[in-house]
């Protein structure tokens, strides 16, 4: 029987069976459901469209005490909420900040705009995630923070990196963007670092469209960020402390302020988390257990005592030599040909982007931590060989929240049907 694309739910076997080569759609998951909808419609009616609403109040109470913390911000997206927890931390002109150059650029462009000066270390090429060895060694007496990111739903080596930290007396914010609801150790991360962002941009597993959220047990750190950017805080209602009180309300007179709009889609959103986490891990660890038998796929490592979630993204990794087969991307180019949803790694090492390697004039006038003046030196090809190996062989896999039933044998039949049939004739997809 040949296979149906148009109806792919009784026919995952057939099409395991029979070699059909289109892969079917294999997400059920639609982001916004009804319960969004009637709390976007029934906000509007309110006219609870701007400020610290109830339902604002309400997500950050319930985002603080899931995560454990004192204190909660929301802001417009993920970008502010970090460049809140930098001025919160008090990152400043002359400071360096270092973190993992596999990241996107939103984790330290807020600290570059603050006129830090960006430093970039290397990972551990088989987790993706941060080296702490690589970053302890670039630390200087300069280093006021580390941003350390929880990359692709996995989590990062935070005893190793909290205790670089400490050593060096130097403030880390985690950036749980990619992650939400992973644990380390039993314990949330965001919960542990000296402040924590998360974006809830649209295809996060939180999404509230644009918004971002800050944490911290920080008196100082949470007035400072709503210093910056949160014009009519309250004291009394939002904040507690006295020390910047004469500034308030109308703090710096930036305006960061989330969407209540947004923050409501994302309070339907986080409760809805744990079923989610729960759907992308069964179906990434069904087919991170099938990767044996796929000639040279193999999971990304996983830190002990993890337990990982938000899942923003699956990547494997593939190596070339080891399968005999073509290069990971001349691989990705024939798994796409079948309807796979597959790519090479969505981002760009930080360190390859012309800002980096040649600098910029940041402030004009020749002012600005990316100035040759400066001693800023910029980046070279070759500086980071573990992310620089990453990039070539890790392959990003679908990432399903909702998979249709058999979809983890789906993506292993493409996958090993692919790659034997390249291996067999290497030249077709070189
Ligand atoms: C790791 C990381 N940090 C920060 C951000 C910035 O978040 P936003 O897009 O909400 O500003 C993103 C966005 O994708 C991200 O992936």
């Known amino acids: 029987m040949p296979y149906d694309a148009k109806d792919p739910f009784l026919n995952v076997q057939t099409f395991v069976q029979t070699g059909a080569t289109a892969v079917p759609e294999l997400d059920r998951w639609q982001q916004i459901a009804e319960e969004e909808v009637q709390l976007v419609a029934e906000m509007t009616r309110r006219n609870e469209l701007s400020g610290g609403t109830p339902v604002v109040r309400e997500f950050e109470k319930e985002w603080r005490e899931w995560i454990g913390k004192r204190f909660s911000v929301t802001t417009v997206n993920g970008t502010s909420a970090l460049y809140s927890g930098y001025f919160g931390l008090g990152v400043g002109p002359g400071d360096e900040v270092v973190c993992p150059v596999n990241t996107w650029i939103c984790s330290i462009a807020p600290a570059l705009l603050l006129g830090a000066k960006p430093v970039f270390c290397d990972i551990d090429p088989d987790s993706l995630q941060i080296d702490p060895v690589d970053l302890e060694a670039k630390i200087t007496q300069k280093t006021a923070c580390i941003c350390a990111v929880h990359l692709w739903g996995n989590v990062y080596d935070l005893d190793a990196v909290m205790a670089v930290a400490r050593r060096h007396n130097i403030a880390v914010i985690e950036d749980c963007s990619h992650a939400h609801g992973a644990k380390y150790k039993g314990r949330m991360c965001g919960a542990i670092g000296d402040a924590a962002c998360w974006s809830l941009q649209g295809s996060k597993a939180v999404s509230a469209g644009e918004g971002g959220v800050l944490v911290t047990d920080d008196v100082d750190v949470f007035e400072r960020a709503c210093l910056v950017g949160q014009v009519n805080r309250v004291i009394g209602i939002d904040l507690v402390g006295a020390k910047y009180a004469e500034l308030q309300p109308l703090g710096l007179g930036m305006k960061f302020r989330a969407h209540p709009l947004g923050i409501g889609i994302a309070q339907v959103q986080l409760r809805r988390l744990p079923e989610l986490n729960r759907h992308r891990a069964a179906y990434i660890e069904a087919v991170e257990a099938g990767l044996k038998d796929v000639p040279g796929f193999r999971p990304i490592k996983v830190y002990d005592g ?125």
């Open 306 to 430: 993890i337990e990982r979630g938000g899942y923003y993204g699956f990547p494997v990794i593939y190596e070339a030599e080891a399968a005999g087969g073509p290069s990971a991307e001349s691989l990705v180019e024939a798994l796409k040909a079948t309807g796979l949803s597959v790519s090479m790694t969505p981002y760009p090492n930080l360190h390859t982007l012309p800002l980096f390697t040649k600098g910029f004039d940041i402030f004009t006038r020749n002012r600005g931590p990316l100035c040759a003046h400066e001693g800023y030196p910029g980046y070279r090809p070759g500086d980071f060989p573990n992310a620089e190996l990453a990039q070539e062989r890790t392959v990003f896999l679908p990432r399903l929240s909702d998979p249709i039933p058999g979809a983890a044998d789906i993506v292993l039949e493409t996958l090993k049907r692919v790659v034997t049939q390249t291996m067999r004739q290497p030249s077709s997809v070189k």
